[in-house]
């Protein structure tokens, strides 16, 4: 794990956990759903997978990409930059983002 994708060489795997203020989850996530079909999209041809789950107001994403250079496209995207808007106003805090290598494949 690293808090840093600069560590990570091959496939990236991002994990990122976050807090919606009392009664903005639904609308962090309808964010959140529109970035999953950017990533998942010929927009992102880097993005593999970006997955959301969500309990009451806790929200964890795991998302797959190619390699940590596909990151910077990855939040050029307007979608992205949405989010970034959407997630200010509805998030409760700052969202912890981890970085994974995936290891045997």
């Known amino acids: 794990m690293s808090s840093s994708p600069d560590a990570i060489s091959g496939k990236i795997i991002v994990h990122v956990r976050m807090k919606a203020k009392p009664g903005r989850a639904d609308e962090l ?24 789950a969500q309990f009451e107001d806790e929200i964890l994403l795991f998302e797959e990409y190619q390699s940590s250079a596909a990151l910077g496209p990855h939040s ?13 106003e509805c998030r409760d805090g700052d969202p912890q983002v981890l970085f994974y290598q995936e290891v045997g494949v």
């Not at 996530?29 to 959301?52: H, M, N, T, Y």
């Open 29 to 52: 996530v309808q964010a959140l759903l529109k970035v999953k079909g950017s990533v998942e999209s010929e927009a992102e041809p880097d993005g593999i997978s970006f997955r959301v």
């Open 76 to 88: 050029s995207t307007e979608v992205f930059k949405e989010l970034q808007k959407v997630g200010a």
